[in-house]
C-alpha cells in the first residue's frame, strides 16, 4: 500500500515561515510528478506546487511565487515544500500528492495524481 505522510504544520504569524515535507515508501517515491495542494474551509483543492521526478521542472501558483519553494530529495524520498512571508490567506489543510505514470507534462491538477497523504494543517495568523 503506497503512503504519504506528511509533517510540518503548525500556528506561525503572518510574515512568518513554515517548512513541510512529505515522506514516502520507497515504492511510491519511484513515481513521477510530486505535488504539494491545499484546501482551505469551504473551497475547492488547489495546486500550490509541483516538481518532476528529476527535480528539474517546477510549478507555482501565481498565490505563492516567489514565496514558497518545492523541492525533492529522491534519496530521503521526501518531497519538501519551504513557505515563507505567509499570509492568512495562505491558512489551508494541506496535502502531499504523487503521479504513478508519465503524463507528457507536469501534473497540476488533483485528478492527476494517484496517492494522497493525510493532510497537514497550516494556519497564518494576522
Known amino acids: 500500500q503506497e503512503q504519504l505522510v506528511e509533517s510540518g504544520g503548525g500556528l506561525v504569524p503572518a510574515g512568518g515561515s513554515l517548512r513541510l515535507s512529505c515522506a514516502a515508501s520507497a515504492r511510491t517515491f519511484s513515481i513521477y510528478t510530486m505535488g504539494w495542494f491545499r484546501q482551505a474551509p469551504g473551497k475547492e483543492r488547489d495546486i500550490v506546487a509541483a516538481?518532476?521526478?528529476?527535480?528539474?521542472?517546477?510549478y507555482y501558483a501565481d498565490s505563492v511565487k516567489g514565496r514558497f519553494t518545492i523541492s525533492r530529495d529522491n534519496a530521503k524520498n521526501t518531497v519538501y515544500l519551504q513557505m515563507n512571508s505567509l499570509k492568512p490567506e495562505d491558512t489551508a489543510v494541506y496535502y502531499c500528492a504523487a503521479v504513478a505514470r508519465p503524463l507528457g507534462r507536469i501534473a497540476t491538477m488533483p485528478y492527476d495524481y494517484n496517492y494522497w497523504g493525510q493532510g497537514t494543517q497550516v494556519t497564518v495568523s494576522s
Open positions: 516538481i518532476t521526478r528529476s527535480g528539474v521542472t517546477t
